[in-house]
């Protein structure tokens, strides 16, 4: 089992910046790989940013490249997302989940944390 909890949530005005933590407990970190969802109010959840168990690879939605980086300290069993030049529409509840295959930008991820609540006012 892998426990996962996200923090570093808030509320911030468009063009701001935050960055979500997501810190693992449980078995080994390294040779998960790491991805980041969310889900908007009456929406679906969708991917986000995704990273390798060896950080050498990262995937991101269309949405959020060039603004968001995923990154990740296998030695403090942490992945994060910064994220830049924030928008009202990346409201939404972060979750971050692991699996132990490649990347993925489908809902199949072994492990899900409960979820941070980032709000973007315009």
């Known amino acids: 089992q892998v426990q996962l909890v996200e923090s570093g949530g808030g509320l911030v005005q468009a063009g701001g910046s935050l960055r979500l933590s997501c810190a693992a407990s449980?078995?080994?970190?390294?040779?998960?790989?790491m991805g980041w969802f969310r889900q908007a109010p009456g929406k679906e959840r969708e991917f986000v940013a995704g990273?390798?168990?060896?950080?050498?690879?990262?995937d991101y939605a269309d949405s959020v490249k060039g603004r968001f980086t995923i990154s990740r300290d296998n030695a403090k069993n942490t992945v994060y997302l910064q994220m830049n030049t924030l928008k009202p529409e990346d409201t939404a509840v972060y979750f971050c989940?692991?699996?132990?295959?490649?990347?993925?930008?489908?809902?199949?991820?072994?492990?899900w944390g409960q979820g941070t609540q980032v709000t973007v006012s315009s």
């Open positions: 449980g078995r080994t970190f390294g040779g998960y790989t």
């Open positions: 989940a692991a699996r132990r295959a490649a990347i993925a930008q489908t809902w199949d991820y072994d492990y």
């Open positions: 990273i390798s168990w060896s950080a050498g690879l990262t």
